[in-house]
């Protein structure tokens, strides 16, 4: 699945995590700590290199208060 800007799926959540990481600032370390993972799995997500599974999708959005949708690229915010 590709969105409007033809990103791969995984490419667009990581985007979306960057930028509210950045706009809530926070490093990527406490985001890390906060999610009960190593700070390089979570950079990883960030720059597309691994796909978030359904419960760290979920915490995620729990911890950025964004929806779902919002992290996919099917809404904005």
Do not use: H
Not at 28 to 41: M, S, T, W
Not at 54 to 59: C, E, I, K, Q
């Amino acid at each position: 699945m590709e969105n409007e800007k033809n990103l791969p799926l995984k490419e667009e959540v990581g985007k979306r995590m960057r930028e509210r990481r950045l706009q809530l600032k926070l490093t990527q370390r406490e985001v890390a700590e906060k999610l009960g993972i190593a700070q390089p799995v979570y950079q990883r997500f960030e720059k597309g290199v691994y796909e978030c599974n359904y419960a760290m999708l979920a915490a995620v959005c729990k911890l950025y208060d964004v929806s779902a949708d919002y992290l996919l690229g099917l809404d904005e915010y």
